[in-house]
């Protein structure tokens, strides 16, 4: 009898966008997990570099941005002979999936996703077919490794669950061919709020730059930032409903030091909110030191850079196009 010491690992896939500089949010949302996560399972990590051009990139800033991000996996800490670390665009069977999935995929179920609403808003020029069918592509990806897990911030969920309705309907009409992933949204940091507007995502994209933490924003711009945060007049530093601002804060702490909320009030009874800004920005400040430090050093190193994401690339078609094939197949397509 096999023990389950034996059983196949778990495998964990998610992507990051090379948007821009990622942020804080970012980081306690998505990456952090990552890391832990890698550990235990069988990772595979992305640079979604395909879905960034939904919105419009500048080439040469774009280039850049896209081996910076790959320097942050690193720098997170994931392990390229462990995870496999890739470039999106460089696997093809990226596109070529999500162009099936796309014909297995309602326009209605699409037009109800709440990230297609915001962007079309926010990018009013250019509502491109590649932002409506954006979750499809992102189904393409976590279905070709047959993904357990999906590792994402709260935002992420509607795209997350439109993923499993897609592979369980393939699954349905044809057979058993994709894994159902299910989503790893951590207790603490999956929802990371602006510092100027609690109300609102704290997002690399916001044009105001006091409003989100950059991972590689130096220690006093973090301090700064997080002096300015918006918080309440209360002044008593407790989680409660009306006190966004600071049940943000609470958040970013809890998640960068381990303690509770409960802890965290009893740490900072009667103490100003003075003091407890300067204490987040220290922790944020330790939580982001390494991570720093070790990006400085893989991101002017475009040698091995290009050597990871060729051995990623190398790695993940092996894997998706074993999925690939087997979705080809099935649907009647004529293999070479
Ligand atoms: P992206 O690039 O916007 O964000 C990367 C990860 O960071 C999380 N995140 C946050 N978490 C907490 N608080 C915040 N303020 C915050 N902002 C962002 C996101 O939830 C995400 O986990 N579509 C995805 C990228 C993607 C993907 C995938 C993810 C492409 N293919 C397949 C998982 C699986 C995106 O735009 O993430």
Request: hydrophobic share 40%; net charge neutral; aromatic share 8%.
């Amino acid at each position: 009898m096999e023990t389950t010491t034996n059983a196949p690992k778990k495998r964990i896939l998610s992507c990051i966008q090379p948007s821009g500089i990622p942020t804080l949010g970012n980081y306690l949302g998505a990456l952090k997990n990552w890391k832990t996560l890698a550990d235990e399972f069988d990772g595979a990590f992305a640079v979604a570099d395909l879905h960034a051009i939904t919105v419009r990139q500048d080439p040469a800033q774009f280039r850049k941005q896209i081996s910076d991000v790959l320097a942050l996996l690193l720098a997170i800490g994931l392990d390229p002979e462990k995870s496999i670390l890739f470039i999106q665009s460089q696997v093809p069977a990226h596109s070529q999936l999500a162009w099936i999935l796309n014909c297995y995929t309602q326009f209605g179920e699409m037009s109800r996703m709440t990230q297609f609403k915001d962007k079309s808003q926010s990018h009013a020029d250019n509502v491109n077919v590649g932002l409506f069918a954006y979750p499809v592509l992102m189904a393409a990806d976590i279905l070709l490794y047959q993904a357990d897990l999906v590792p994402v911030g709260a935002d992420q969920k509607q795209h997350l669950e439109i993923a499993r309705d897609i592979a369980q309907r393939f699954n349905t009409l044809y057979s058993p061919t994709f894994t159902v992933p299910e989503p790893y949204i951590g207790k603490q940091g999956a929802r990371v709020m602006s510092l100027q507007d609690p109300l609102k995502k704290m997002s690399k994209s916001d044009p105001n730059p006091k409003s989100y933490i950059s991972v590689f924003d130096a220690p006093d711009v973090i301090s700064k930032k997080i002096k300015s945060a918006v918080t309440d007049s209360e002044g008593s530093v407790r989680f409660a409903d009306g006190k966004e601002g600071i049940n943000n804060l609470m958040g970013i702490y809890a998640c960068c030091t381990g303690l509770t909320n409960a802890q965290i009030e009893a740490d900072f009874a009667g103490k100003g909110y003075g003091d407890f800004k300067a204490a987040v920005a220290e922790a944020v400040i330790e939580e982001l030191r390494p991570v720093r430090e070790r990006y400085t050093q893989y991101s002017t190193d475009k040698a091995y850079l290009k050597e990871v994401a060729a051995q990623g690339a190398e790695r993940a078609s092996r894997v998706a196009n074993r999925t690939l094939g087997k979705v080809m197949k099935k649907i009647g397509f004529v293999l070479p």
